[in-house]
């Protein structure tokens, strides 16, 4: 891109704030589609799970449309901000909690070396910005003037803070394998395959694997605010939680910020422990497939997991879910880390 401006006589600068430009828009659109496709598709999920058949009319196929329509709907409805609430902090809240994801996505990969940055420290960059999304969910409680709502903002401050510490240990293991915090670098560190046949993907990795995948996605579920770990938003708990005051778009900003979080961290379990954008088999004709074809895949396969589990497993209590975070993930998660240097070590010095 450089070589073309110079040889046209165009400033680098203005290329490169274009170029910038041209990334998050395609960042932006991505998360924004994610969000449409994410709710229908979750919608499906649960009515197959509870034997119903979901959104059906709109649309069509399937009633592809429904999210479109309910989009419109959202767009139209009454924007309220309750009387006794902060109107600034009531209204900045929304974006506090959906920003940081956008600028999180900087260096995700989607696909090998495809992404709109590369950072010497991804990791670090992504585990910075998603945890700033806390901020906005004590703004959102505390701003509603809402008893209910200020507990399930604290509630869920609480977990997502308490999750956040086996959630990045988890991936430590990871760094000390691939020797670096780049995502490329991680990914094309499970590059190769064992015997010529399986793939050297870090979750292969006898026990330490295993246990950092498990440890991951489920902080990373309780980090999102999702089932079995949904006690801030609970309906039987605290109305609604952080953003019962909330309606119209700024409800539904919140509602986009949840899956797109939870894309992140689909795409985050790709490259940490499933290879990111390498293929499965060694053999054409999957060795031909675009390394962004795998890694959507492997993304989109990993969000279903994300949606399955809400809709099997029972919702915790608040005593159960910190106890399960603090008595169970953290002490594994440390544990984790020992046997990682064991491993590398003796086994892959």
């Excluded at 990334?23 to 496709?37: A, F, P, R, T």
């Excluded at 900045?92 to 010497?120: M, N, Q, S, W, Y």
């Excluded at 959507?296 to 910190?322: E, G, H, I, N, Y």
Aim: glycine share 8%; with cysteine.
């Amino acid at each position: 891109m450089a070589a073309f401006a110079t040889a046209k006589g165009i400033s680098t600068v203005a290329v490169d704030a274009v170029w910038v430009a041209i990334k998050v828009l395609i960042v932006l659109h991505v998360i924004l589609v994610n969000g449409l496709w994410s709710i229908w598709w979750e919608r499906k999920i649960s009515a197959h799970i509870q034997s119903r058949v979901g959104p059906t009319y709109a649309g069509g196929f399937h009633g592809w449309a429904q999210t479109i329509c309910d989009g419109i709907k959202l767009f139209l409805k009454e924007d309220i901000t309750p009387a006794a609430a902060d109107h600034w902090v009531h209204a900045l809240a929304p974006a506090i909690v959906i920003a940081p994801c956008i600028a999180a996505f900087a260096p995700v990969l989607f696909g090998t070396d495809l992404a709109a940055a590369r950072l010497d420290v991804g990791t670090l960059y992504v585990f910075a910005f998603a945890g700033i999304s806390v901020i906005g969910v004590v703004m959102a409680g505390w701003a509603s003037g809402n008893k209910y709502s200020l507990l399930g903002g604290l509630r869920a401050a609480a977990q997502i803070v308490s999750y956040e510490l086996p959630r990045g240990f988890s991936v430590v293991p990871v760094i000390m394998f691939a020797g670096s915090l780049d995502l490329s670098v991680i990914a094309d560190a499970q590059s190769g395959y064992w015997w010529g046949v399986a793939p050297r993907w870090f979750v292969f990795y006898p026990v330490v694997g295993q246990v950092a995948f498990l440890i991951f996605l489920i902080a990373s579920i309780a980090e999102t605010n999702r089932t079995p770990f949904d006690i801030p938003e609970a309906e039987s708990e605290l109305v609604g939680g952080f953003h019962t005051e909330y309606s119209g778009m700024k409800w539904s900003v919140f509602f986009l910020a949840e899956y797109a979080y939870v894309l992140l961290a689909s795409f985050l379990l790709a490259t940490f422990f499933l290879g990111g954008g390498g293929s499965p088999l060694p053999w054409a004709p999957f060795t031909l497939v675009p390394s962004w074809i795998w890694m959507l895949s492997k993304a989109m396969f990993m969000m279903f997991v994300f949606l399955w589990v809400r809709w099997t497993l029972p919702r915790l209590r608040v005593d159960q879910l910190m106890d399960f975070n603090w008595k169970f993930l953290l002490p594994w998660s440390f544990a984790n880390i020992a046997v990682a240097g064991l491993y590398l070590a003796f086994w892959l010095k």
